[in-house]
């Protein structure tokens, strides 16, 4: 830092002209204090405005004593922990068909059984985890499960495979409504990045209100999903059953390959298919949000999801298979399917579009259900930053659902909102919290050995094998196409988590009370007050410091030999007989002198705190800070990691 002499605080210059007589000396903080309504007056106006704005967007505080006023219903619960799993069947089938379809189409018809296994598993997956939700009514997420049951590491696998799944989650459901629209609307496909960002920052503020009103915000447009695809659904097999089926002409469709149907391929499929079970964790991990009796309104979310997403997953596959639909580049199937059973693109055809969209853009809800409960369970563990353990003003973990909208966006914008590109990415994370959520609750029962406990530990054993062997195919079948990725980034996030307990137990530690003699009392304290010049604010800071200690010293750092004559004289009759140091500065540098002055009065008086008391102006604006340099922050920021040193500032406000 070099250049003209500042002042400590926030503005440089010469002595501005001051009122003669040493007795006019007492009147300066009287006048500061009479300057302080009009400044504060300003910066409450301006906090009060930007209050309003946060009181529109959010909603008003929630106190902590109604926090249970905010729990989920059964009904708000599907909608807010389920929406994931029932939007999946959207584009479930479609990345079955996707596969197939480069052999020819007549292997699309394979897409039939492969969508029947999957339902099976996911059946299974849902019973284990039923049980899950029983042992565990405060929350039974994979990485509590693992962690009580498995052990530290598997625990911190399963945490940094549910929050890249969380946040892929977003990502992907996002991009897959936004396939929705751009199917009804091709003109609209071009924009499909800055449309999948707005959707984001829509969910981002719903979420931010709380899980209470973003449940009600939520909940029509999953239940209007819901109800247009079953009509769908219906229509469609009442038409195949009458034989009133046309097959529906593809709009640019993906042309076959000639591959061979071999075991990979229909391995490749199946993986594909299995984002139909994508989110199912998340009423397990929710439990603690649900109304009284927790667990028992969980359980029966948990069926109802279940119930509702085999039906509408395998629906949609039988009805392809029926009308003959062939995965298209432009349009999804789920479009296709509602084309040829409404014939045409009427007013059904668009019921059945907007449900899809807002049910996929929605289903993003589960993850901000989630991501933000499970950061602030590691944070309370001390695995990531204590930040994201905070509550905001709607009782909801704002630092998390910000963070999770930031990841998620900027994944967007990486892969273009392109949700083809994004599945590669998906499950791996689903399924290693899967698996490791079911062998953890094998060793549960083994250990406690209740009544029944062998049946028990079957049902979980035999969900942890299969999802076991689902995470193997899909780590194989997908690493070529990115889920590479992932397998990285999951132990990354592990080291991540020890770095950061690492240093909070060391915080911990060097804090801790336990065998700490006290040292030897600290004698005195030398108080120093680098000036600038001789104005109202270095005056008012020096009689601050003056009531802290019997030895307090200005400093001054010499750049200009005629400024430092001029303010030697003016320090005589205004200084209050404090004495000056005046710091010589060859190389016109402000602090580097000042740290060394600061070194060498360490050295003379080891034992004492030394205080650095800094004059500083506060404008009446927040944009006149612009005008001013800002050589307090810097001072406070050198000193910061300087033992024994205590920094403090003496504002000084500005009229408007």
């Known amino acids: 830092m070099r250049g003209n002499q500042p002042d400590a605080g926030a503005s440089a210059g010469r002595i501005a002209p001051q009122p003669e007589g040493p007795r006019r000396i007492e009147n300066f903080q009287s006048q500061a204090r009479q300057l302080t309504p009009s400044a504060v007056g300003s910066i409450v106006v301006e906090e009060a405005l930007l209050s309003q704005v946060k009181r529109v967007v959010v909603g008003d505080p929630i106190p902590s004593h109604l926090a249970h006023h905010e729990r989920l219903s059964r009904f708000t619960g599907l909608a807010v922990l389920s929406s994931d799993p029932l939007s999946s069947v959207a584009y479930a089938t479609e ?26 598993i ?43 799944d969380y946040v892929l989650t977003v990502a992907v459901s996002i991009a897959a409504g936004v396939a929705a629209i751009t199917s009804a609307f091709p003109a609209w496909h071009l924009n499909r990045v800055e449309m999948t960002l707005g959707f984001v920052l829509v969910i981002m503020l719903g979420n931010l209100r709380g899980i209470r009103e973003s449940g009600r915000i939520f909940s029509v447009p999953t239940y209007f999903f819901v109800v247009s695809l079953l009509m769908l659904i219906a229509v469609g097999a009442w038409r195949a059953l009458n034989g009133t089926v046309q097959p529906v002409e593809a709009v640019d469709p993906i042309q076959p390959t000639g591959q061979t149907l071999t075991l990979f391929l229909l391995l490749t499929a199946f993986s594909n298919g299995c984002t139909a079970m994508t989110g199912v964790e998340a009423v397990s991990n929710g439990v603690p949000a649900f109304k009284p009796p927790e667990s028992k309104n969980a359980a029966a979310t948990m069926l109802m999801m279940a119930v509702l997403s085999i039906t509408m997953f395998l629906g949609i596959t039988l009805l392809a298979h029926a009308y003959h639909v062939v995965p298209s580049e432009q349009e999804t199937v789920v479009s296709q399917i509602a084309r040829g059973v409404f014939g045409g693109r009427g007013v059904p055809y668009y019921f059945v579009q907007a449900g899809t969209m807002l049910i996929l853009v929605l289903a993003a809800n589960t993850a901000y259900a989630d991501f933000p409960r499970l950061a602030s369970i590691l944070a309370r563990d001390r695995y990531v930053p204590r930040q994201l353990m905070n509550q905001g003003d709607r009782l909801a973990f704002s630092n998390g659902i910000v963070g999770l909208s930031i990841f998620a966006g900027a994944l967007l914008v990486v892969y273009g909102g392109d949700t083809h590109s994004l599945i590669p990415l998906y499950m791996i994370g689903v399924f290693v919290s899967f698996t490791l959520s079911q062998a953890g609750m094998v060793v549960h029962w083994r250990r406690l050995r209740g ?46 988590f020890r770095v950061t307990k690492r240093h909070y137990d060391v915080v911990a530690s060097q804090l801790s009370l336990k065998g700490w003699a006290k040292e030897v009392s600290r004698r005195q304290n030398t108080v120093l007050v680098p000036i600038s010049g ?17 030895d307090v010293r200005a400093v001054y750092v010499n750049v200009d030999p005629m400024m430092t004559d001029q303010l030697r004289h003016d320090w005589q009759q205004w200084g209050q007989g404090v004495p000056l140091a005046v710091l010589d500065s060859p190389y016109r540098s402000l602090m580097e002198p000042f740290l060394e002055y600061i070194g060498q009065v360490e050295a003379e008086r080891p034992e004492d705190f030394l205080t650095v008391v800094l004059p500083e102006f506060v404008p009446a604006k927040w944009w006149h800070h612009l005008f001013h340099n800002q050589r307090a922050l810097l001072i406070k920021g050198a000193l910061l990691f300087k033992p024994n040193v205590v920094v403090t500032s003496v504002p000084f406000h500005l009229r408007r």
């Open 122 to 164: 996911l059946a299974v997956v849902v019973f284990s985890y039923r049980q899950t939700i029983h042992a565990y009514p405060s929350g039974g997420g994979a990485y509590i499960v693992a962690k009580d049951n498995l052990g530290e590491t598997p625990a911190l696998v399963a945490a940094g495979a549910l929050l890249i």
């Open 534 to 550: 001789v104005h109202r604010a270095v005056v008012q800071a020096v009689e601050y410091a003056k009531t802290l200690s019997p």
């Open 95 to 120: 990345e079955i068909l996707r596969v197939l379809v480069l052999v020819g189409v007549g292997a699309l018809g394979v897409a039939s059984p492969i969508a029947f296994v999957i339902a099976t």
């Open 451 to 496: 009544p029944g406990w062998k049946t028990s530990a079957a049902i979980n054993g035999f969900g942890a094998v299969v999802t076991g062997i689902v995470l193997i195919v899909v780590a194989v079948t997908k690493a070529h196409e990115g889920a590479w990725i992932i397998l990285l980034l999951i132990p990354l996030h592990v080291v991540f």
